[in-house]
Each structure stands twice: as C-alpha cells, then as structure tokens.
C-alpha cells in the first residue's frame, strides 16, 4: 500500500511529507513516477514531496496517515532505512546475497562523515584514476567483480584497512589522507554463516583520485584474475547486478 503523511516536514522554503509504500520498493517507484515525482526526491526509503505535490499524491491513490504510522509499517515490512540527518539515503537492499548460502539486508547511505570506527567491521575504496576509469578486482569467494575492500584487523583504523586492502588488491600505494569518506554500508543480521560481531555491522566506504593514468596494477597473491582498470560505463556492465550498485551510481555520476 502506498501511504503518505501530512506536509508537515520544513525544508528549501516550504514543507514536505512522506510518501512511503509497506510493499515494495517496485511499487513506490511505480507510483512516483506515475505523478512525476523526480528520482531525486527519494531519499532511500521514501519519496519527499513539496506541499504543492500532496494534494496530486492523494488523488492519484496514496493512502494519509500519520507519521508515526509511516514508520511503523516501514518497520515490520522491512523497508525502513536508518540513517544520521544529513546523510543521503540510497536504498536498502532486501535479502542481499554476500556469498554462498548468505543473506541480509543492507542500508546503502552516502555520507562525507565517517561512522563510529568502534562499529565498523570492514572498508571497500572506490579508486580512480585521473582520467576517471575505476580499479576492479576479482572476488573469489563471492565470484564477482567489486573493487578494494575487505575486513578489519584487530586494533585497525578503518581508513588504514582501506589503504591495506588497495595494497593487496591491487599493489596501489595511497596514503590515508588521500582517502575521503563518501558513505557507508549497515547489514542486518544476516541468514547464513557469518564473520561479524552484531556489535560491528557498518562498512565504511571511501573513495580516492590519483594523480596519473592507469597507473600498473598488480595482482593479489593467489588470485585467479588480476584487477583492471575500466571505465564508468564497463563498471556498470561488470557489477551493475551487486547489491551496492546504486550507491556507486550515485558516487560515481
């Protein structure tokens, strides 16, 4: 069902309410575009609609309801995105495959503010070259195309892990203040085996420019495939299926 609250929420010089759906993301977009709500008018798990377009929503089949009750149905249909204020909202991903036999939900939020280090379990580096082609590299363990990331070791920042693991991945050497914060990943408890505490289910995701073009990448020890560099639009044929595809659209356009 397609709900909708009052116009109550202040912002850019007028008030807005939430446009939400208890069923499907599928559906929500459906309906969005069917009034001609902009695709940047959603903000992960909702749709923001000015005061102007409430009335349209309505007449068009949304459903009114308080607040209260919006966040409610989110809740127990499993659509609901948490995020910080201020930070953007991408999607979140239903029943996400991490590997064989694995399972989650994933909340995909773009931020230039780190998370807490004490919660995150692990970092994955968009790097880029000064041409804008991005570097891949080969998981073996979830057969598919991703690009520098991987765990946290014990007592290790999250930006040193990302450095480590572009290192590794690619034979890159970046230095830790050449890695920004551009968002963040939380899993949910996932279906299946699992390498992480409760306590840690955020990954922290950086992005990096580097001051040359395609720069030699060497590949990791034992890997079957060696790490490439590609452009935007062969980043999307690769890995355009992964559960964390939207954010890289979002960081990458």
Known sequence: MILIDAPIWQAHGTVFAHLVSDTSYAELHDFAARVGLPARAFDGDHYDVPEHRHGQCVAAGATLAPGAELVRRLNASGLRLRKRKGDRGILRAVSARLGPGTRTDVDLVASPRPVEPDKVFAAMTFVRDAAGAVALTWSERRAEWSVPGGWREADEAPVHTGIREIGEETGLAVAPDALRAVGWERFAPVVGPSRYPVSHDLMQVYAVQLP???????????????????????????????????LAAYLLR
């Open 212 to 246: 040359t073009v395609t720069p030699r990448l060497r590949p990791e020890s034992g890997a079957s495939r060696p790490p490439e560099w590609v452009s935007p639009e062969e980043f999307a044929l690769l890995a355009g299926r992964q559960f964390w595809w939207p």
